[in-house]
């Protein structure tokens, strides 16, 4: 993943200015759902720090799953096709992810656990989400591009 995108950019640019990693991935696709930005930035906030903070998955694999459902998810119990889609890239999405990055855990992936008072000072201390989450940010982005081209037509867009 050489090349970046404008997308993918956007992610990182709002990730850097605050958003927390799952709010940033999933903000970028939100004009292509049809969903208000700030919607979108409000459902992703309790994904980030894997998870609030538990070290769980990785917020931004967490906010291309959201935007996932967002694009071509069910609307209810009659969408199973949809569902069954949906399932399908998530996993085709966090596949890549782990091709890449090892993991999906924000634990193993920023070698620190946020879930402790302790390692949660650590990775502040250090910088860590600074440092390291603008890759996995645009890295999801990018993947997700990817595994949505496969199926759909989501261009980049231009805000």
Known sequence: ??????RSERAVACFM??????QAVSSVF???AGVPEEV???A????GGGVGHT??????VSGAVLALGLLLGSTGPEGKEAKDRTYALTQEFIARFVRTHGTISCTGLLDCD???DEGLARAREQGLAPTLCPRYVRDAVEILEEVLASVTSVPP???
Do not use: H, K, P
């Open 17 to 22: 200015q605050g958003c927390n990693c799952a």
């Open 1 to 6: 993943m050489s090349s970046t995108t404008e």
């Open 55 to 60: 070290g769980g998955a990785c917020g931004a």
């Open 114 to 116: 946020l879930s402790t």
């Open 44 to 47: 992703a906030t309790g994904f």
């Open 30 to 32: 939100a004009r292509d």
């Open 157 to 159: 867009t231009t805000r």
């Open 40 to 42: 979108v930035l409000r």
